[in-house]
């Protein structure tokens, strides 16, 4: 009973959280500066990790889906069949969960830091919103930098999974990019976009409210961040299901 309990707290100080992120919208364009330096962080330092998962998650999806179809289907479907996997699921759903371990985890890490050395206090009495101030730059930084990331993610896995399919494979260019667009649809790429920017939200959502929410000292800041990528990973795979039954 008590877990339940904490669980509904915990759902309701996220949405107080969010709702005080929303309010601080209006401030965007003095806080620019604060928003572009995020979304560097966010984005372009987190770029070289996603294009190298990325790659080599299209080399393997190319892989797996030639072993899966010998003998039950014609290889010339490989090109098709493994770059909407890529799109629809492989894509976000692998970006997300890298950008949980990098970003949210390091937004739990960099708040809480501040919370227990009374940084976010010295705000507050500076008359400085913490929300306004130190969440909603980064929150709306990885709202809006996931799908960026994502259409990164999603070339460079088709390009991984088009050299192995012509370099191991032996399908020849035209075969891949003809197999590619019989499978093509535009609502995936709508979908899959949408779909990370939800797992960015959440991310960063959730590692604001953990890192805000910091005691302990030191201890406590490295439970914090363990914390965060735990239930951002979570909440990722959970709402990749139910986000499904929505957008495909």
Known sequence: MKSLVNFFTEVGEISILFGGVLKSLTRVFRDRRLILAQMS????????LVVLVSIFT???AAWQAAYQMKGLAPMTLVGGITSRVIIIELGPVLTGIIIA???????AAELGTMKVSEQIDALQVMAINPVRYLAMPRILATTIMMPVLVVFANLVAVFGAFV???M???LSQPVFLESLKNFFHLQDVGGALLKSAIFGLTTSLLGCHIGF???GGAEGVGVSTIRS??????AI????????????
Not at 237 to 245: A, E, M
């Open 41 to 48: 962080h966010i984005g372009v330092d987190s770029l070289p």
């Open 58 to 60: 299209g080399a393997i």
């Open 101 to 107: 371990g990098r970003v949210g985890a390091s937004i």
């Open 164 to 166: 192995v399919s012509s």
């Open 168 to 170: 191991s494979l032996g």
């Open 213 to 215: 929410k910091t005691d």
């Open 229 to 234: 990528f735990v239930l951002s990973s979570a």
């Open 237 to 248: 795979l959970i709402g990749d299901y139910i986000l499904w039954f929505f957008l495909f």
